[in-house]
């Protein structure tokens, strides 16, 4: 598991002024807890935070300003949808002796038999994986090889073998799988038994009237 360093500030005021005016200087406000102690808002620069959130599974070491350092994860990231960046962030202290539940990405490894000769598509149902272990045991990503799979088929929780790492989801939950190819309706041609009605001229039914008269005198 990749660790990186992250610069952290205590904040003395909290607010949403104090945020924006924290924003504004190029950090991001955001809260330091751990369990059996007092939680401490801090901030963070941004491009640090952002590098950091780009590290799939990292272990972060914080530094204060104080020349305090902890070990965390970050827990939560609040997004500013328009901009695209962060505007706070959760950061969850952690014992190398103790475990704990984090979410890690799947990828989806090789080219499925089913896409490949047949056409079928692949569907990935899970993208990121509940599990709990130890801080030093967070894998970065888990892969998923998906080779094998024909049209039909799937991978399932209970497919992984990961080593001391508990997998917090049902075994029978679905990772992926390989549908058929979706068909597209072609359209129905005229067939030439078939019969075309021809709409009736005016002047043709007015002449079967008068034949059917002339026929009843």
């Known amino acids: 598991m990749a660790e990186i360093i992250l610069n952290v500030e205590k ?4 607010g949403k002024q104090v945020s924006k005016q924290t924003r504004r200087m190029g950090k991001v406000p ?15 620069d941004a491009k640090q935070l952002f590098n950091a959130i780009r590290t799939e599974g990292s272990i ?29 962030v959760d950061l969850m202290g ?26 079928g598509i692949l569907q990935q149902i899970l993208r990121d994986l509940p ?13 998923v090889d998906v080779s094998n799979l024909e049209i039909g088929q799937n991978v399932r929780i209970e497919n992984l073998n ?31 038994e078939a019969e075309i009605t ?6 043709q039914k007015k002449e079967k009237d008068e034949e059917a008269e002339e026929e009843k005198a």
């Open 11 to 14: 904040r003395e005021k909290v």
């Open 60 to 88: 972060v070491d914080l530094t204060f300003g104080t020349g305090d350092k902890r070990k965390c994860v970050i827990r939560e990231v609040q997004w500013d949808p328009i901009h695209v960046r962060p505007l706070h």
């Open 162 to 192: 990961l080593d001391k790492i508990k997998i917090l989801l049902d075994p029978s939950q679905t990772i992926a799988v390989v549908v058929p190819p979706k068909l597209t309706a072609e359209p129905t041609a005229v067939t030439e």
């Open 198 to 203: 021809e709409p009736e001229v005016v002047g």
């Open 131 to 143: 599990i709990e272990c130890l801080p030093a045991d967070i894998p970065a990503h888990v892969d």
């Open 94 to 119: 952690i014992k190398l002796t103790e475990k704990l539940q984090v979410e890690v990405p799947i990828h989806l490894t090789g080219t499925a038999v089913g896409v490949k000769l047949s056409g």
């Open 30 to 44: 955001g809260i330091f807890y751990m369990h059996g102690e007092d939680s401490v808002a801090v901030s963070v």
